[in-house]
């Protein structure tokens, strides 16, 4: 497994842009799919992107699909999601997730998590 640690949540007024970090442990950082997920109060958590270990192919949900890119720097251990346009309906908790094969969307099927970012867009 691989650990996680997210970073760079916060407060931002809509139309507003914020870049979400996620750092993993390991040298083995290039073979793993890496996504994002969100949970947002009383809902369930989300899929928003993922990307593969190269970072050759990327992901997106629709409701995120041109707001929001995700990216890695292998050198450096992380995965990054750049959020632009930002709407009140993107506040939640964002997660990483990690797994040797990419997992699609449904949360069950990636195996490390990071312990979350918070979120809050303001309208």
């Known amino acids: 497994q691989v650990q996680l640690v997210e970073s760079g949540g916060g407060l931002v007024q809509a139309g507003g842009s914020l870049r979400l970090s996620c750092a993993a442990s390991g040298r083995t950082f290039s073979s793993y799919a890496m996504g994002w997920f969100r949970q947002a109060p009383g809902k369930e958590r989300g899929f928003v992107a993922a990307?593969?270990?190269?970072?050759?192919?990327?992901y997106y949900a629709d409701s995120v699909k041109g707001r929001f890119t995700i990216s890695r720097d292998n050198a450096k251990n992380t995965v990054y999601l750049q959020m632009n346009s930002l709407k009140p309906e993107d506040t939640a908790v964002y997660y990483c997730?990690?797994?040797?094969?990419?997992?699609?969307?449904?949360?069950?099927?990636?195996?490390?998590w990071g312990q979350g970012t918070q979120v809050t867009v303001s309208s």
């Open positions: 990307i593969s270990g190269s970072g050759a192919r990327t």
């Open positions: 997730a990690a797994d040797l094969v990419y997992g699609g969307t449904r949360p069950s099927s990636w195996g490390s």
